[in-house]
């Protein structure tokens, strides 16, 4: 009933988990039974580790939170050898998001995880906002994207996933981009360059000065650019930003994504991914809805 | 440690003033093992300005009645908002989350300045079971800044110092005419340059000394990456590896 395809990956559900907001899926195993999510996408990938940005990295903000973490991450080889053996194992997609800050970070990295038999897919993360040299650089211009999303497919062969920013004048024009170097699919969207100012303080909320912005927040704008982006390319898409609940999650599906991810509010229900598949199941059942996919893109 | 997302019931309400407030959450079965120095991340409900749960330690444990007690600061609108629940409302947890304090030592002593004496209740009654009365001394700008006071008296040898002399020396813990006894552990909570000061007196003498770490968290079980403090060892997640701990692994950030 809720089975559905991206590109060579079955899901059992449309249900996945977004990039650094669940680890690598093991700090939520006592809240959730990990098998029955569609996917784990699991924290941001570096060629090397990395620290990330200094504290303070997170403020509250109106429906939603700014983040600045910057990929603090234990790096690809640590992933290889260590996390991997981990959690191989898990009945569901792993897909490592693989961010970087050149060409040649983010193609190696992505050769070290296309050597691990039970990763069947990465998400090239050309979309962070967060981090120097790279990440979002890649991004905002179509040219660029176009080139590293070029350059990773000829040594990757397994599912490519493409991470969009959308602090971008036109996202469609980017989704083709990728989607015309060899992309198998997109997700959409990373979070909104955002700012917020302790004014008693007199000083910005984060280190960094300025962060990225997911949460209920962002939801609206994620399902438009979702939808515009489904009409315009023929590779699956991959909706997320805000979605918190069931009725948030179909709002996505049937604006033409085949998949959701569920990123901010697994920090406020831990349990939540659980609870957004019980309410799909629930809603099909409803609405006599056999296959999920009969009401993906609908709109 | 297994982890948990449980309804409490607010069963027990205590204002200490303005500032400092307390509850008491019933759960409805037996408690797990809750380890001093633990949290809880507490939904907050009914603000639509605040979506993330807020940390809050754990003040005191009650295994007979299936009781916790959260002694709270109120310092913004989540804990506001917190102040102003009910006895009978619900209350969802996730607990108990972090690196608790590690009961070690023969002669204790536990430092505690403002909220920072939230979790020293529990981990001197944890002392008091394995036959161990700590010397406790709890500081704070006036008595209103220390809102529990008698409740620790059974437990220990109690020292106060405030700034103003309202209760006890004046002054700051650090220059209590207890503080500088002979101890071989040093346990304490509370506003940064208080830890810093007693972590750094410990180094120096050679004490064994946990510090427990208040940082902003959304997570609260180590996925966010959010709240994480710079430690020897490099970003250490405060939710999962801390609150607690040991000064010998934070001396970038005590000599910062």
């Not at chain 1, 680890?23 to 939520?28: A, D, I, L, S």
């Not at chain 2, 070690?104 to 001197?124: D, F, Q, R, Y």
């Amino acid at each position: 009933m809720l089975e559905t395809k991206i590109h060579n990956l079955t899901l059992k559900n449309p249900v996945m988990t977004a990039s650094g907001t669940f680890g690598y899926g093991e700090e939520f195993a006592d809240f959730v039974d990990l098998n029955r999510l569609g996917g784990i996408i699991v924290k941001g990938t570096t060629g090397e580790r990395r620290q990330g940005n200094p504290y303070p990295r997170m403020a509250e903000t109106p429906s939603g939170m700014l983040n600045a973490v910057g990929l603090q991450n234990v790096g690809v080889e640590t992933f290889c050898k260590e996390v991997y053996h981990r959690i191989k194992d898990l009945d569901t997609n792993i897909i490592v998001n693989v961010s970087g800050s050149s060409i040649e970070e983010y193609c190696k990295t992505a050769a070290m995880i296309d050597e691990l038999d039970n990763i069947p897919a990465i998400e090239l993360n050309i979309s962070c906002p967060n981090v120097k040299k790279g990440g979002m650089g890649f991004g905002v211009n179509p040219e660029m994207a176009a080139q590293v999303v070029s350059e990773v497919r000829k040594i990757y062969h397994k599912t490519l996933i493409v991470k969009l920013t959308p602090n971008v004048t036109n996202i469609v024009e980017i989704a083709k981009a990728v989607e015309g170097a060899g992309a198998d699919s997109v997700s959409l969207i990373n979070t909104l360059l955002g700012m917020a100012i302790d004014v008693e303080k007199q000083r910005p909320y984060l280190s960094t000065i300025t962060g990225g912005l997911s949460g209920p927040a962002v939801k609206p704008v994620a399902v438009r650019m979702v939808w515009q982006v489904a009409h315009a390319v023929s590779i699956p898409v991959i909706g997320l930003g805000g979605i918190a609940s069931a009725a948030d999650a179909l709002e996505f599906l049937m604006a033409g994504a085949k998949a959701v991810q569920v990123g901010t509010a697994n920090f406020i229900d831990p349990a939540v991914t659980m609870k957004i598949i019980d309410g799909l199941e629930d809603y099909c059942k409803r609405h006599r809805i056999n296959d999920i996919n009969d009401i993906i893109g609908i709109i | 440690m297994r982890k948990y997302i449980t309804d409490f019931k607010i069963i027990g309400k205590r204002v200490f003033n303005e500032m400092y407030f307390s509850l008491v959450l019933q759960h409805p079965e037996r408690l797990p093992g809750i380890d001093a120095g633990q949290f809880v991340e507490v939904e907050v409900p009914g603000n639509k300005q605040v979506m993330l749960r807020r940390p809050i330690s754990i003040h005191d444990v009650d295994t007979e009645n299936n009781t916790l007690t959260l002694l709270v600061q109120v310092v913004g609108k989540g804990t506001k908002t917190l102040s102003c629940l009910e006895i009978g409302q619900t209350l969802n947890l996730v607990y108990p989350l972090g690196h608790g304090f590690c009961l070690e030592g023969k002669n204790v002593l536990l430092v505690g300045g403002g909220a920072g004496i939230a979790p020293l209740l529990h981990l001197s009654k944890c002392f008091a079971s394995k036959g161990i009365r700590p010397t406790i001394l709890l500081g704070g700008r006036t008595t209103n800044h220390i809102p529990v006071q008698k409740e620790f008296e059974p437990y220990g040898t109690i020292g106060f110092a405030t700034e103003d002399g309202s209760l006890g020396e004046k002054g700051m813990v650090t220059q209590h005419s207890l503080f500088t006894n002979s101890y071989d552990h040093i346990y304490t909570c509370g506003p940064t340059p208080m830890m810093k000061a007693v972590a750094r007196y410990a180094m120096q003498n050679n004490i064994e000394c946990e510090v427990s770490l208040e940082n902003m968290m959304a997570c609260g079980i180590g996925a966010c990456l959010c709240c994480v403090v710079d430690s020897d060892e490099g970003h250490k997640c405060v939710c999962k590896e801390g609150p607690v701990f040991n000064a010998k692994r934070l001396t970038n950030w005590i000599n910062k």
